[in-house]
Structures are given as C-alpha cells and as structure tokens.
C-alpha cells in the first residue's frame, strides 16, 4: 500500500489541469456551509485532481469516525473510483483525501461583511505615522483605509507594488483574520493583518501599536513590498512569457503564498536553471513550458501539489491559495472599486 506522499510523487503533472477550479469548489462548500457541507458534522472525499468523489455523515467519536474515514477509501479503491489508497490516522494524512466540514472559522459572509464596512462595528478611523484615514463621527471600511495607506505610501515610493495586487491582498484578510482586530491564530499571529510580533518588530512597531490597524496594514504592506523586491526577477525568470494577464493572476499568488510561507520557500518551488533536477522546481518547469493547457491558479496550485511533503510543504499551503481565490471573489462581488478583480 502506497503512502500519501508516494501518490503525490507518482501524479504526473498534467493531473493539475483543473485542479483550482476543484478545489474551489469543495472549499467553497467548507467556507459558506454549502451543498455537501449544509450540516458541519460532514467529511468530504477529493482525489489527487481535487474532484470530488464522495462523503460521509461523522460518526461517533474521531475514532470511530478515522476508521470510517480508512474503509471508505479502501471501498473506493476496490470500485476504481481511485487508482490507489492509504490509510490515515494519528496526524498522517491518507488517500483519498479527506477534508472535515467543521471549520468553526469559516464564516465568509460575516468575514466579507466586516471587510467592506457593511459591519458598521468593524469600521475604523484614526492617524498613523503621518496618514489620516476617517473621522471619529465618518469611519471608514477595512476595505478603504487599506486603500488609503497604499496609495500613502505609494506616493512616497515606498511601494512598489501593482494596486492589481490589492484584491488578493483583501482575500488574505478576510480568510486570515475576517477583518477582526483582535484576531489571535494558533501560532501567535495577531490582528487583521495576522502578524506575528517577529514581523511587527521588523516594522519597528511599538508593542502597544501590535493592534492598531493602520499600523498593522503599513506593516503588512512593508512585508508584501519586500517579498515583491525579491519575488519579482525569479517569477520573471520563470513566468515572464506568460500572457500578461495571467502573470498578473499567478503572480499575486505566488507574492501572498510567499507572505503565508516564507518568500524563500516560494523561490525554491520556481526552480533554479542551473540545477537539474527534477525536486521543488520540477513542477514550475513544466508549467513554464505548458503553460497554455493551465490557469493561474492551476499553476499556483500544482506548483505546491506536486512538491507536499517537500520543505514544509503541506495541505494549509494548498488550501491558503484557494481559499484566499475564495475571498477575492466574494470581496470582488460586493465591490465596484476594488483593483485586480476579473
């Protein structure tokens, strides 16, 4: 019996074809509590191409539920729905992949709300660092003092960044923080940027401003800036054939997958011309060359498939891009005014 990480490595490229709009489809399920995903207490089933090949009602206990989760893909391997299967538990994650519909975070509608100000408690005003941004009695959205300190300091050039970039950038708030100030991840992250005082020191914020918002989205645009810098010439070097809307669509990917998990670990996965070999940027290679069979998010995507297990690699790199794809959009369609939607 293969392991997980042996039916990633034996997938051949070409599975990526699709591939977002898969994974779209399933997470979107996760995040709005919709079709399959109507009653939480749900697992989904995906193969390697992320269709969606089945699900089951949890049972009693994550025990029993586990064992439920390995007989069904051992009888989904005995129909030919898949090609191979491994068994999971215990933290290993097995095949076909198995995805909880109890995500207590994903509330996308509320997220949204908050981020565009149709929450009026979620409204902000305030000065920072020479930059006024609403008033007491006029609070503006999420949405617009984003808006607002990016063009602040884009007329100081201090950014560089493309304004296409600033959807994306609005995908990774609401799935990040869902535009909460007092947001705390797992791992310490803080805010409606989702910082971690490492990060917030870097900016040279005082520890009392770790909350503030404008603060906080100065910092997160410094952050993106400095991935940018660094990102740029090795995403032109692999991907600056590309029809230009395209690479405007994969590279806001690759710049907030490079703000997720480390811009070092994102320049690994283009590959270096001068190394032959077929580990980490294997798959941007060949992506490179076929381009024209993918989308964007296809590439993005496959870029990470076909390297989990690799440099830390795992499923939360995965789904960060789709469910940000997620976010942009609905932040696309409750807005007329935000910059890098479709």
């Given at each position: 019996m293969p392991s997980w990480q042996q039916v990633v490595r034996d997938s051949p490229y070409w599975v990526s074809r699709g591939v977002h709009g898969n994974l779209v489809t399933i997470r979107r399920?996760?995040?709005?509590?919709?079709?399959?995903?109507?009653?939480?207490?749900?697992?989904?089933?995906?193969?390697?191409?992320?269709?969606?090949?089945?699900?089951?009602?949890?049972?009693?206990?994550?025990?029993a539920t586990q064992g439920r989760i390995n007989a069904l893909r051992e009888q989904m391997a005995a129909d030919g729905r898949v090609d191979a299967w491994a068994v999971g538990g215990n933290g290993a994650t097995g095949y076909p992949f198995a995805l909880s519909c109890n995500q207590p975070d994903a509330r996308l509608a509320d997220n949204?709300?908050?981020?565009?100000?149709?929450?009026?408690?979620?409204?902000l005003w305030g000065t920072w660092d020479g930059m006024r941004v609403g008033e007491e009695d006029a609070p503006v959205s999420l949405h617009r003092a984003i808006r607002e300190v990016y063009d602040y300091r884009r007329e100081m050039g201090r950014v560089t960044l493309p304004e296409t970039v600033l959807a994306t950038l609005a995908g990774k708030v609401i799935i990040e923080s869902g535009g909460q100030r007092e947001a705390l991840s797992a791992?310490?992250?803080?805010?409606?940027?989702?910082?971690?005082?490492?990060?917030?020191?870097?900016?040279?914020?005082?520890?009392?401003?770790?909350?503030?918002?404008?603060?906080?989205?100065?910092?997160?645009?410094?952050?993106?800036?400095?991935?940018?810098?660094?990102?740029?010439?090795?995403?032109?070097?692999?991907?600056?054939?590309?029809?230009?809307?395209?690479?405007?669509?994969?590279?806001?990917?690759?710049?907030?997958?490079?703000?997720?998990?480390?811009?070092?670990?994102?320049?690994?996965?283009?590959?270096?011309?001068?190394?032959?070999?077929?580990?980490?940027?294997?798959?941007?290679?060949?992506?490179?060359?076929?381009?024209?069979?993918?989308?964007?998010?296809?590439?993005?995507?496959?870029?990470?498939?076909?390297?989990?297990?690799?440099?830390?690699?795992?499923?939360?790199?995965?789904?960060?891009?789709?469910?940000?794809?997620i976010a942009r959009d609905a932040a696309c369609a409750a807005l007329d005014d935000l910059p890098g939607c479709n």
């Open positions: 399920w996760v995040l709005s509590g919709e079709s399959y995903c109507e009653d939480e207490n749900r697992h989904i089933f995906f193969d390697r191409r992320a269709a969606f090949i089945g699900w089951f009602a949890n049972e009693d206990g994550r025990e949204v709300a908050r981020y565009t100000g149709d929450d009026a408690d979620a409204r791992v310490g992250a803080r805010g409606v940027m989702q910082l971690t005082p490492a990060a917030l020191g870097d900016c040279e914020i005082p520890e009392r401003f770790h909350l503030h918002r404008l603060a906080q989205i100065d910092c997160a645009l410094y952050l993106v800036e400095q991935n940018h810098r660094n990102l740029q010439p090795a995403f032109d070097q692999r991907f600056g054939h590309l029809p230009d809307d395209k690479q405007e669509e994969l590279y806001a990917m690759l710049l907030l997958q490079a703000y997720h998990g480390g811009i070092g670990r994102v320049i690994a996965l283009l590959g270096d011309d001068t190394v032959d070999d077929d580990t980490l940027g294997g798959a941007a290679r060949y992506f490179a060359r076929h381009h024209a069979h993918y989308t964007a998010g296809d590439i993005a995507l496959g870029m990470i498939f076909h390297n989990l297990g690799r440099n830390r690699l795992g499923f939360a790199s995965l789904y960060y891009v789709t469910d940000v794809s």
